[in-house]
């Protein structure tokens, strides 16, 4: 599966932004999918993940309340909606794919990733 992250932006804090993230090929729906996030001298962290079938979710702390993940598997697709946004949201962002199913976080266990989409937060 290739992936195609989309949606980020500027915003001020509080704001909101939606990211997708685009599969091709028919084994998207094989796939559970997650988001990750790289700040400037950070490594990349998890985000939020989500099963092939949108049974499960899952989220780091410092997001949790504030964004939703979810997928549409006729469309290839997934989604982040990010709410109540805050500076130290400020990161590039990437979709990732992974048949590992244990709901592992570890990026070390997904792949393949998209390009990443930059999310800024700032007054």
């Known amino acids: 599966v290739q992936l195609q992250a989309s949606g980020g932006g500027s915003v001020q804090p509080g704001g909101s932004l939606r990211l997708s993230c685009a599969g091709s090929?028919?084994?998207?729906?094989?796939?559970?999918m997650g988001w990750f996030r790289q700040a400037p001298g950070k490594e990349r962290e998890f985000v939020a993940r989500i099963s092939r079938n949108s049974a499960s979710t899952s989220y780091a702390d410092a997001v949790k309340g504030r964004f939703t993940i979810s997928r549409t598997n006729m469309k290839n697709t997934v989604y982040l909606q990010m709410n109540n946004l805050k500076p130290e949201d400020t990161a590039v962002y990437y979709c990732?794919?992974?048949?590992?199913?244990?709901?592992?976080?570890?990026?070390?266990?997904?792949?393949?990733w998209g390009q990443g989409t930059q999310v800024t937060v700032s007054s």
């Open positions: 990732a794919a992974t048949t590992v199913v244990s709901g592992t976080t570890n990026p070390r266990d997904f792949g393949p």
């Open positions: 090929g028919r084994s998207f729906i094989n796939h559970h």
